[in-house]
């Protein structure tokens, strides 16, 4: 048994595994997630032509879904969610009132360069948190 996340609380570590399908916006938020909090997981790259049965039966097909241990989780922000309440990641969202209410109505499809410029701040963030830790 270990620690997952800074709770105190202790569980096992589970096997997370990632389906999505490569160029899915939506799978791109999780995988940047899983990428920026260094959580590992298994990857399962879905085609769209060949959809593996557990997924159709999980999400009717849809991507990403993530699954931990016997625990499925479908739609990007709700995973994103799981992840900060799961794994104790407190800086997961945007820090300032300001900047999650510019992105409450926000689709990440239509607004690519928003999204890097919002991945820009938090890089930027997380070498400032970095520098104050050395």
């Known amino acids: 048994m ?3 996340g800074g709770t105190g609380r202790v569980a096992y570590v589970a096997v997370l595994t990632l389906y999505y ?7 791109l938020r999780v995988r940047l997630v899983l990428a920026e909090k260094q959580l590992p997981f298994s990857r399962r790259i879905v085609r769209t032509d060949d959809r593996p049965s557990e997924l159709i039966d999980m999400s009717g097909g849809e991507v990403p879904v993530l699954v931990d241990g016997s625990f499925a989780v479908t739609d990007s922000m709700v995973i ?3 992840f900060g309440m799961e794994f104790s990641l407190a800086d997961v969202w945007l820090v300032s009132a300001v900047e999650k209410a510019g992105a409450s109505g926000w689709q990440p499809d239509a607004h690519l360069p928003r999204l890097r410029v919002w991945l820009a701040r938090m890089q930027e963030r997380a070498c400032v948190r970095s520098e104050r830790l050395a």
């Open 80 to 82: 994103v969610e799981f």
């Open 21 to 27: 399908q490569l160029g899915c916006v939506h799978s």
């Open 2 to 4: 270990e620690s997952r």
